[in-house]
């Protein structure tokens, strides 16, 4: 007879962990079923870890947890060919207690966050493909796995599995996703010392640096590339939508050699040894693509449920949140003995009264916008650039004519009323 | 060193490969007739995917287990499946 629990979670990811933790913490039985050779094995990030989120689930954890640095200063970089344009904010209370957020490593962090949840008295087990949800009378029940005899009962099942949710599609909460509501991103881990990265970022001790940049690094397609600083390692990445990819016909490798040679990025890693490269989509198609996230006895968590931000660059603390969130509607329905979708439902409720499903309204229309309309980074970005050129070179040039040729410059290759309805639209989708 | 290209990069990498792949081509003729740009053997970021003139093949142990090519094909002709259990790529740090 296959044991039953409370709650089976499928993926040992920022999601899964933070419901099995909550879910044994409050004395429920819990599996938690990871494919990997270990948590974190098959998960990826440019490198962000939030405070908030992962404190709201074990409080002060940076006094245990394997972080890299705490981010003091973040930087965005709007990109042309051969120069760039920057801005940014660093601030030292983000140096000190409770921080804003980490760069972290997640082969690391995932194990140590999952060795947590087993603390609380989860079950983990590892290398186990979870291949179907098993189904009766509408609800799910169970899963079966790759393992001989593999079958697990449960009164809910939790979908953490990321963005490839094969489980909650073959559920049919969601139709395939189409190569606009996913990012291809790829990125490299390349050793540096500790000195050197202080050195070139002009950082102190163990603060750290995220660097955002648009424009040329993906060659004025739509996505970003990061540069972050890890203790003694830099995180170095792009990505843009699959669409765009594919419309440009770019390979992704080749883009990122394009971006590490690029004369801006180049001095940064000068000496480093890459140390690994990694490949992953990322959900990004934001509130339309959120599926139905709750069910007969089944729950949709973290990237599975499209739970990103990709403005803000934020998805592991949504991750994080929206596992926590799951597992208050479980415990919640435990008490009620009632795990259907009306009862689970709750979660949903919590899920779209939060930041998370706000944020993804906030910008519902963004990424959209910038696809169909792709003069914001293939056309402003170097025209920005041109025109911090424009305005700092001193000829002799008095400054008032100076702004005036620079005006002059953008209105005279689209129109004025181009550049007007662009500027509208642009402040339209992200307002 | 930096890597410069893809057999660099993948050279860094763990995998534990399964004697089966989790990847397969549902029909060599779309990819003949249909497919003239064979979109899979340039944005898969492993490349996984080679044509090699008749037929697509799929070197799976090498592969990211990014799900690019099942959203990306656009004719739908790849099964995308997870390698079994432990098997596969082995991220060892980020």
Known sequence: MPEKFDVIVVGAGPAGTSCAYSCAKNGLKVLLIERGEYPGSKNVMGGVLYRKQMEDIIPEFWKEAPLERPVVEQRFWMMDKESVVQFGYKG????????????????????????????????????TVVTECIVENGKVIGVRTDRPDGEAFADV?????????????????????????VALTVMEVINLPKDKINERFNLEGNHGTTIEIFGDSTKGNLGTAFLYTNKDSLNIGVGTTLSSMI???LKPYELLDYLKKHPMVRPYLEGGESAEYLAHLIPEGGFHSVPRVAGNGVLVVGDAAQLVNAIHREGSNMAMA???????AIVEAKKDGDFSEKSLNRYKEALYGSFIIKDLEKYKDAAHTFEKYPQYFKEYLPMMNQAMSKFFTVDGTPKKEKQKQIMRSVTAEKGTLKVMQDIYRAWKAVK | MSTTNIEEKQFLLRFKCDTKSHLTVLDHDVCMTQCPDKLCTVFCPAEVYKWEGKRMQVGYEGC????????????QNIKWEYPKGGHGIVFRLA
Request: aromatic fraction near 10%.
């Open chain 1, 157 to 181: 099942v939790v979908l953490a599995d990321g963005v490839n949710s094969l489980l909650s599609k073959q559920l049919g909460f969601h139709r395939e996703f189409r190569p606009d509501e």
């Open chain 2, 64 to 75: 990211h287990e990014c799900g690019s090519c099942r959203i990306g094909c656009p004719y």
């Open chain 1, 322 to 328: 929206s596992g926590q969130m799951a597992a208050e």
């Open chain 1, 247 to 249: 419309k440009a016909k």
């Open chain 1, 92 to 127: 030292l209370e983000w140096a000190v207690e409770p921080y804003n957020n980490f760069t972290v490593l997640r082969a690391q962090f995932d194990q140590w966050f999952a060795q947590k949840a087993v603390e609380q008295g989860a079950l983990l087990i590892n290398e």
